[in-house]
Nanobody, 123 residues
């Protein structure tokens, strides 16, 4: 089973909007942070947005003012609201979570990735 289930990708025109969602599967762990990365063909994967357990958000420079990341703790879901989309936003978007598993020995942090959802911005 997939620990992170992404949805919401698709085709949208420039200037349009799209919302991505990522649901966290059940497990005995806490979430340090969740967010979104993206990678276009031939380009490096880059941070889009993240939200820490404190609620503090971080955005990539190219999406500031256009994208908003939020979290619904009751549904264990993180969202990415994308507005004023541009062709350069076209990429595979990957949900990401940094989780913490605590044991009697201490704790260990893990990076968990979704399989990605494709966002295409084109006229």
């Amino acid at each position: 089973q997939e620990p992170l289930v992404e949805s919401g990708g698709g085709l949208v025109q420039p200037g349009g909007s799209l919302t991505l969602s990522c649901a966290v599967a059940g497990g005995v762990f806490s979430i340090n942070a969740m967010g979104w990365y993206r990678q276009a063909p031939g380009k490096q994967r880059e941070l889009v947005a993240s939200i820490a357990k404190t609620g503090i958000t971080t955005y990539g420079e190219s999406v500031k003012g256009r994208f908003t990341v939020s979290r619904d703790d009751a549904r264990s879901t993180v969202y990415l609201q994308m507005n004023i989309l541009k062709p350069e936003d076209t990429a595979n978007y990957y949900c990401h979570a940094n989780i913490r598993v605590t044991t009697i020995e201490g704790y260990t942090d893990f990076e968990v990735w979704g399989q990605g959802t494709l966002v295409t911005v084109s006229p």
